[in-house]
């Protein structure tokens, strides 16, 4: 289902993206194409990208090609979708400790439509972080390790 999906594979790339889209929300997804729970993810944002056109650009980034932005946001499970609105990350409270980013997949096409329309009205409205219209049980529980440097 990637095949489908714009795919981003440089930093400057990304940038562009980041920077350029204006009004829409900017979904990044980074993750290996190769992992079954890749593939699902993909295949719920391939079947919402074009119900969210207005509201959403999509790209996929294999999480290895750009290790600048792994590093940056962290990412160290794949699949981990990063959000976006005018140049501004935008976080969201998923009630986990993270909340930059989506680690894992969607439990359906609907979690991720509802998410997607809640971060738009949010940033609509000058936030930088919502709260997640997705059930707490519905999102991926990982355990984060910190490092001390």
Sequence with gaps: ?????????????IDQAIRQTEDLVVVLRFGKESESITMQ???????????????????TIDMNAIPVYRDYFDISI?????FFFNAQHMKVDYNTPDHTKFIGTFKNK??????????????MRGKVMVKSPIAFTDVSQYELLYKDF
């Excluded at 993810?41 to 790209?59: F, Q, R, V």
């Excluded at 439509?113 to 009205?121: G, H």
Aim: net charge neutral; hydrophobic share 45%; proline share 2%.
């Design 41 to 59: 993810l993909d295949e719920i944002l391939c079947k919402t990208s074009a119900l969210l056109a207005n509201m959403a650009k999509i790209y």
């Design 110 to 123: 609907q979690d991720f439509i509802d998410l997607i329309e809640t971060i738009y009205r949010g940033a």
């Design 1 to 13: 289902m990637s095949l489908y999906l714009n795919k981003l594979a440089r930093k400057h790339d």
């Design 78 to 82: 794949s699949p981990s979708t990063v």
